[in-house]
C-alpha cells in the first residue's frame, strides 16, 4: 500500500506562486507515475500534470508555461512548481500516485489551491 501526503497549498495573488509537494511512503517501489488533479467547484476533476518512473512529463493546456512537475533523487517525491497563478487556477488539488500492475490510482489528502485576483 502506498501513503500519500501533500503539502505546500496556500492562498497568493494572481501572478504568485507556490510549490506543492507530494511524498509517498509505502510500498513506492510499486509505483508507476504520479502527478496531481484538481478540481474546482462544479467543475470536473482535470489533470494538471504527471511525472513518469521514466521521467517523462504531461501538463495540462492551461498550465504549460507556468507549471513544472519533478521529482527528487530518491523519486519518492515529486514537487508542482507553480508560477504566474491565476484565479483560474483556484482548485484542490490532488497528488495522485499509480500503481504500476493494474494502473490502479492512490490519492493523497488533497491541498487548496486559492488564488486571489
Known amino acids: 500500500q502506498v501513503h500519500l501526503v501533500e503539502s505546500g497549498g496556500g492562498l497568493v495573488q494572481a501572478g504568485g506562486s507556490l510549490r506543492l509537494s507530494c511524498a509517498a511512503s509505502?510500498?513506492?517501489?510499486?509505483?508507476?507515475?504520479m502527478g496531481w488533479y484538481r478540481q474546482a467547484p462544479g467543475k470536473q476533476r482535470e489533470l494538471v500534470a504527471a511525472?513518469?518512473?521514466?521521467?517523462?512529463?504531461n501538463y495540462a493546456g492551461s498550465v504549460k508555461g507556468r507549471f513544472t512537475i519533478s521529482r527528487d533523487n530518491a523519486e519518492n517525491t515529486v514537487y508542482l512548481q507553480m508560477n504566474s497563478l491565476k484565479p483560474e487556477d483556484t482548485a484542490v488539488y490532488y497528488c495522485?500516485?499509480?500503481?504500476?500492475?493494474?494502473?490502479?490510482?492512490?490519492w493523497g489528502q488533497g491541498t487548496q489551491v486559492t488564488v486571489s485576483s
Open positions: 495522485y500516485a499509480q500503481r504500476y500492475n493494474d494502473y490502479a490510482f492512490y
Open positions: 509505502g510500498s513506492i517501489f510499486s509505483i508507476n507515475a
Open positions: 511525472i513518469t518512473n521514466g521521467g517523462s512529463t
